[in-house]
């Protein structure tokens, strides 16, 4: 099974991706992990994804096309996979649809997590990353990593003024692609604006 997760950062796509790869053994594919990932490295295409990311703006279609291309070509996706964060415009939607066209693949279901901007807000902006592990960690667990004991900090493109702006950016480019898998016929509207255990049992009866 091959799914797409919609949904404006902090929504909770990262969280239900996790429950769907358990359940269901099916590769996580993440653009702002393999993009950060890029950044840590220091790689030619991290350094030029970062100005972008900092700035909470989209990365350019080139590099993240590319990104996913490589990507969906490992074996860990030949069982399905699960796309986090991709496509964010209509136009990558296009390329992607072209890509596993010519894998003679296709998306099965794209599932819409919708929160209230206000809400994402409060829940970016109050969360910590390890530095050390990468665990991503809420108001509850303190100033100090749960697994590994590193001192938590905040991303550059989780302050205030980055996610309002990110917010903009989703509204403007991504939001229009709700209509692009609606008029495809693979559309699940889901409310993220709930406990995690509500919003799994909808995601899990959508994909059943």
């Not at 490295?41 to 350094?47: A, I, M, Q, V």
């Not at 099965?108 to 665990?135: Q, Y």
Request: aromatic residues 4%.
């Amino acid at each position: 099974m091959n799914i797409i997760l919609l949904g404006a950062p902090g929504s909770g796509k990262g969280t239900q991706a996790a429950k769907l790869q358990g359940a269901y053994g099916l590769a996580h594919i993440s653009t702002g992990d393999i993009l950060r990932a890029a950044v840590k490295e220091g790689s030619p295409l991290g350094t030029q994804a970062k100005k972008y990311m900092d700035a909470g703006d989209l990365v350019p279609d080139e590099i993240v096309i590319g990104l996913i291309k490589d990507r969906l070509a490992q074996d860990d996706t030949v069982k399905g996979f699960i796309l986090d964060g991709f496509p964010r415009t209509t136009a990558q939607a296009i390329a992607l649809d072209e890509q596993l066209s010519d894998m003679k693949r296709s998306i099965d279901i794209t599932l819409a997590i919708d929160v209230d901007a206000e809400v994402i807000v409060k829940r970016i902006c109050s969360r910590r990353f390890c530095p050390m592990c990468g665990h991503i960690c809420g108001p509850a667990d303190g100033e100090f990593c749960p697994l590994c004991g590193a001192k938590l900090e905040q991303r550059d493109d989780d302050r205030e003024d980055v996610v309002r702006n990110r917010l903009e950016v989703y509204e403007q480019s991504t939001a229009p692609l709700i209509d692009y898998y609606r008029g495809k016929g693979v559309l699940c509207m889901i409310d993220g604006d709930r406990s995690v255990d509500e919003v799994w049992a909808d995601v899990r009866d959508a994909v059943a």
